[in-house]
T-cell receptor, first 111, second 116 residues
Framework: LAKTTQPISMDSYEGQEVNITCSHN???????ITWYQQFPSQGPRFIIQ???TKVTNEVASLFIPADRKSSTLSLPRVSLSDTAVYYC????????????FGAGTRLFVKA | GAVVSQHPSRVICKSGTSVKIECRSL??????MFWYRQFPKQSLMLMAT?????????EQGVEKDKFLINHASLTLSTLTVTSAHPEDSSFYIC????????????FGPGTRLTVL
């Protein structure tokens, strides 16, 4: 399973765009990149998933370069309620579908 | 849609007792369910993967005789912590997947277990 590395924490202010980069140097051909958000004492919530190039939904964008060894989650105009832990995951279906969580990035959004 | 519930949300028990946690997929059939454990300020740690009707696959270092997992139906999986001890106190989270594509994993709200 590909290991992911992301910053431990980030600070931002309301209204700013936040970009969280994750490295996954050992990603395999069939692996997908998925990001989750987790608030304290709650289960993770799916944000976005992608395989290559760019994916956008109503809450975020995901940028994946051609070599797929990294990915960047972009949160436009964050608010205080976006303060949470964000996990970058490489989801593999090799030997059975499973998801392994890395350390995550604690995002603090300030007023 | 794609809602996963857990029961109970919180449980406090005495050391040596067993605790059962239920994970239900409310509006879809989950061919695969996952159980995670999360200690304060730490990430989620995958404990085991269970497929309906078959034995769970445990991650390395997780005692299968202590953490009993039953996936009896396509909408219900249970985790029983047997002979619980204070070090088992943690936040237990389940997730469910239809197994059809890579993004179909939905997480429950978690269960806070405190062993006195």
């Amino acid at each position: 399973l590909a290991k992911t590395t992301q910053p431990i924490s980030m600070d931002s202010y309301e209204g700013q765009e936040v970009n969280i980069t994750c490295s996954h140097n050992n990603i395999a051909t069939n692996d997908y990149i998925t990001w989750y958000q987790q608030f304290p004492s709650q289960g993770p919530r799916f944000i976005i998933q992608g395989y290559k190039t760019k994916v956008t939904n109503e809450v975020a964008s995901l940028f994946i370069p051609a070599d797929r060894k990294s990915s960047t989650l972009s949160l436009p105009r964050v608010s205080l309620s976006d303060t949470a832990v964000y996990y970058c995951l490489v989801v593999t279906n090799t030997g059975g579908f499973k998801t392994i969580f890395g350390a995550g990035t604690r995002l603090f959004v300030k007023a | 849609g794609a809602v996963v519930s857990q029961h109970p949300s919180r449980v406090i028990c005495k050391s040596g007792t067993s605790v059962k946690i239920e994970c239900r997929s409310l509006d879809f059939q989950a061919t695969t369910m996952f159980w995670y454990r999360q200690f304060p300020k730490q990430s989620l740690m995958l404990m085991a993967t269970s497929n309906e009707g078959s034995k769970a696959t445990y991650e390395q270092g997780v005692e299968k005789d202590k953490f009993l997992i039953n996936h009896a139906s396509l909408t219900l999986s249970t985790l029983t912590v047997t002979s619980a001890h204070p070090e088992d106190s943690s936040f237990y989270i389940c997730s469910a997947s239809m197994g059809l594509s890579y993004n179909e994993q939905f997480f429950g709200p978690g269960t806070r277990l405190t062993v006195l």
